[in-house]
């Protein structure tokens, strides 16, 4: 059974900085495609950032240059750093996972940036 846990989340002023974490279990996670994803009130959910299995990321336009995806396959372990945090990025962070051709998701973990 795939299990996605993150942590990381908080409260944080604007221009400040997170770095969320998500520990993947029962599944192969050196070949799974991973990510985050995020949902604010009453917005529909968008891509954040996502990571292959070689190492290829890939992100919104909206935090290009502001946070960084990485994975660390012996720890089963995918991270979000974010950096120059503005209010909109206030949203319940997701990981993700497609692993065989099926989409895992997280519980979520709730980031919130104040002005």
């Known amino acids: 059974q795939v299990q996605l846990v993150e942590s990381g989340g908080g409260l944080v002023q604007a221009g400040g900085s997170l770095r969320l974490s998500c520990a993947a279990s029962?599944?192969?996670?050196?070949?799974?495609?991973m990510g985050w994803y995020r949902q604010a009130p009453g917005k529909q959910r968008e891509l954040v950032a996502t990571?292959?299995?070689?190492?290829?990321?890939n992100y919104a336009d909206s935090v290009k240059g502001r946070f960084t995806i990485s994975r660390d396959n012996g720890k089963s372990t995918v991270y979000l750093q974010m950096n120059s945090l503005k209010s909109d990025d206030t949203a319940v962070y997701s990981c993700?996972?497609?692993?065989?051709?099926?989409?895992?998701w997280g519980q979520g973990t709730q980031v919130t940036v104040s002005s």
């Open positions: 993700w996972s497609r692993y065989g051709f099926v989409d895992y």
């Open positions: 029962g599944l192969r996670f050196s070949i799974a495609t």
């Open positions: 990571v292959t299995s070689g190492d290829s990321t």
